[in-house]
């Protein structure tokens, strides 16, 4: 038989505290009858001279293992309060309910409950601070907060992902799908990200209805490429690439210069534009682009060909940038754009990598992957697979040489027929 303990009252129990052995404050527990195993403990205070803190315990055994069950602190929790609930957790235990694992299951409903009432918003929040620490630049990132804020917060902002269906994300894309057809893909593609994160945290169970296949394809909205109008830049036919390069070559001025850069090491306008002489190596002619000015964020080294070479060996060295703007700063493309419109044609800058391209391909032997490795474009395993190895430097070297001979020539040399890309490993 357990031994009978006395049954306290409540001003006996207000008297209870934490004991002291040899000088050294440490926890008690008290039983205050009334219900067996019912206990106050007692801690003494973290600090000397602070308040102690009391609260209940019901020790009790559950199915084969004692258990230690928190009541609630004292004095919010009274006696007789203490002493009604560790009677119905006992009446509980009786009937074979196990009242930790019942209080764990009911905190866990809760918290999926709370969950299941997160915003879109909120989650969007969090994807732009997450996509704001990934994009090397913060115009990406206000890009990405803009569209958001513009088309997609209006529409599913305020309502919970748990409840965002199919018929909510086509109403919100439907204003924008054909007229900006670019921009609305973009979005889309946004908002399943947002939903995944959301499916992955436990806060929505059904299928993501942003998600195309299986779902969007299946809408009112038309495929993205039958009604998609791509702007592409107006590139020079290769062609006219020698008579248009004459006229080039007669003009002296720095904008004319950059174009020239841009043309014979087929790179983009902001990378050459943003060029500085610590980049370039020209004794061993070679132009390393740092991974924050390159569109797919890793360091491309361009080999320079003996033109390329003589450009830079040509120009000043009065500013940091290999081609400064009229206060040493970075030379604007608004400038470099304006050079062919000058000489009569209607190009752009970026359009004459799509000429360097389509002379590669209709004029030379070069595998695809040589090309594509010059234009700084790593997008399918072969020219992973070559990056990753050398990078094709020597062969890259010889096409960008073959390249501005058509350029000043329009004939492509002899050199252009050259061994497969399988040889580079050999």
């Not at 007789?80 to 009677?87: E, L, S, V, W």
Request: net charge positive.
């Amino acid at each position: 038989m357990p031994k009978a303990v006395k049954e306290l009252s409540a001003t006996e129990v207000k008297r209870l505290k934490y004991k002291v052995t040899n000088g050294t404050p440490k926890p008690a527990y008290h039983a205050v009858g009334g219900v067996s195993g019912l206990l106050l403990q007692c801690r003494p205070p973290r600090e000397p001279g602070g308040a102690f803190a009391r609260s209940w315990i019901l020790r009790t055994v559950v199915g084969s293992k004692r258990r230690d069950i928190g009541l609630g602190g004292y004095p919010e929790v009274t006696l007789a309060m203490a002493r009604d609930k560790a009677r119905e957790l006992k009446e509980q235990i009786r009937q074979g309910v196990d009242p930790i694992l019942e209080r764990k299951a009911a905190k866990s409903a809760l918290v999926r409950e709370q969950g299941r009432l997160t915003t879109f918003e909120e989650m969007a929040r969090d994807y732009i601070e997450k996509k704001s620490a990934e994009y090397k630049t913060a115009k990406q990132a206000q890009k990405l907060t803009t569209q958001l804020e513009k088309y997609v917060l209006p529409h599913l902002g305020s309502m919970f992902v748990a409840d965002i269906q199919m018929s909510h994300v086509v109403d919100m894309l439907k204003p924008i799908w054909t007229e900006k057809t670019e921009t609305a893909t973009r979005v889309r593609l946004h908002v399943e990200k947002i939903l995944d994160s959301a499916i992955a945290d436990g806060k929505r169970t059904d299928v993501n209805p942003a998600r195309w296949r299986g779902m969007l394809e299946h809408s009112t909205l038309p495929i993205p490429g039958k009604v998609s109008k791509v702007q592409h830049y107006n590139a020079l036919p290769v062609d006219d690439m020698a008579t248009f390069w004459e006229k080039l070559a007669a003009r002296d001025d720095r904008s004319s210069r950059a174009l020239q850069f841009i043309i014979l090491t087929a790179s983009r306008s902001g990378e050459v534009r943003g060029a500085k002489w610590e980049e370039i190596d020209l004794k061993k002619k070679v132009w390393t682009v740092p991974a924050d000015r390159m569109k797919a964020g890793k360091p491309h080294a361009v080999p320079l060909s003996p033109e390329a070479v003589a450009l830079l060996e040509s120009l000043p060295r009065d500013s940091e940038f290999v081609f400064p703007g009229g206060r040493g700063g970075k030379l604007s493309d608004v400038i470099v754009s304006k050079v062919p419109k000058k000489l009569g044609y209607d190009v752009t800058a970026h359009g004459f990598r799509s000429t360097f391209k389509d002379w590669a391909r209709q004029h030379t032997a070069y595998a695809d992957e040589v090309s594509e490795l010059a234009l700084a474009h790593v997008n399918n395993d072969k020219t992973r697979a070559a990056y990753a190895r050398d990078g094709l430097l020597d062969k890259r070297r010889r096409l960008m040489g073959d390249w501005a001979t058509y350029c000043k020539t329009g004939k492509t040399a002899a050199s252009a027929s050259v061994t497969p890309i399988r040889a580079a490993g050999e």
